[in-house]
C-alpha cells in the first residue's frame, strides 16, 4: 500500500520560512512524479507545485514562483517544499500527492493526509 | 492557464436519486497521444483528503463504485453519480491533467 505522510506544518509569522516534508512508502519512488497541492481553510483545492522523479523537472504556481522551492530525495524516499516570504495567503493545508508517472502532467493518486501552515502574527 | 468552472456550487439529492455535476475547460483538453481527454474527477469527504473517482474524463480509478461515471467531450464534461448513496455526501472537484499549472474547478457540494 503507498502511503504518504506529510509534516512541518505551523504557525509562522509574515515573511517567515517553512520547510515541509512528504515522506513516501510502498512504491519505487524515482519512479514517480510527486507534487503539492494546498487547500485553504473552507476553500477549493490549489496545485502549488510539480517535480520529475529524477528531480530535473520542476514546475509552480504563479502564486509561489519565486517563494517556494521543491526538492526530493530519492535516497530517503522524501518530498520537500521550502517555503520562504510567506504571506497570509499561504495560510492552508498542504497535500503531497503522487503523480502518475515519472514526469509530465498526471492526476494526483494517491494524496497524504495534509499538514497545516497558519501564517499570522 | 486552462479554468475548469464547475456546475453547480452545490446540489441537494434524494438517497437513491441521481447527481450530476458540469465541468467546463476554457480550451480544449484533448490529448494528442491517446485522443483521450485530461479530466479528472474527486472526491473529497469532510476531514478527509481528496480520493481519486475518474481520470482520462471516464475511466474510472480501481475500487471505486459503479454507480460513478464520468463522460464528456470538447469542453464540457460530468460526473454521474447514478443512485446517491449516504457515503456519497462530499465536495468534488474536476481538474484537467493537460498543462502547467494544473488547475482545479472550485468544487460542487453534493448533500441528502
Known amino acids: 500500500e503507498v502511503q504518504l505522510v506529510e509534516s512541518g506544518g505551523d504557525l509562522v509569522q509574515p515573511g517567515g520560512s517553512l520547510r515541509l516534508s512528504c515522506v513516501v512508502s510502498?512504491?519505487?519512488?524515482?519512479?514517480?512524479?510527486m507534487n503539492w497541492v494546498r487547500q485553504a481553510p473552507g476553500k477549493g483545492l490549489e496545485w502549488v507545485s510539480f517535480i520529475s522523479g529524477s528531480g530535473i523537472n520542476k514546475y509552480y504556481a504563479d502564486s509561489v514562483t519565486g517563494r517556494f522551492t521543491i526538492s526530493r530525495d530519492n535516497s530517503k524516499n522524501t518530498l520537500y517544499l521550502q517555503m520562504d516570504s510567506l504571506r497570509a495567503d499561504d495560510t492552508a493545508v498542504y497535500y503531497c500527492a503522487k503523480g502518475y508517472s515519472s514526469a509530465g502532467v498526471s492526476w494526483f493518486d494517491p494524496w497524504g493526509q495534509g499538514t497545516l501552515v497558519t501564517v499570522s502574527s | 492557464d486552462i479554468v475548469m468552472t464547475q456546475s453547480p456550487d452545490s446540489l441537494a439529492v434524494s438517497l437513491g436519486e441521481r447527481a450530476t455535476i458540469n465541468c467546463n475547460s476554457s480550451q480544449s483538453v484533448l490529448s494528442r497521444s491517446n485522443n483521450k481527454h485530461c479530466v479528472a474527477w474527486y472526491q473529497q469527504r469532510p476531514g478527509q483528503p481528496p480520493n481519486l473517482i475518474i481520470y482520462w474524463a471516464s475511466t474510472r480509478e480501481s475500487g471505486v463504485p459503479d454507480r460513478f461515471s464520468g463522460a464528456g467531450s470538447g469542453t464540457d464534461f460530468t460526473l454521474t453519480i447514478s443512485s446517491l448513496q449516504t457515503e456519497d455526501v462530499a465536495v468534488y472537484y474536476c481538474q484537467q491533467h493537460y498543462a502547467f499549472p494544473l488547475t482545479f474547478g472550485g468544487g460542487t457540494k453534493v448533500e441528502i
Open positions: 510502498g512504491l519505487t519512488f524515482n519512479n514517480y512524479a
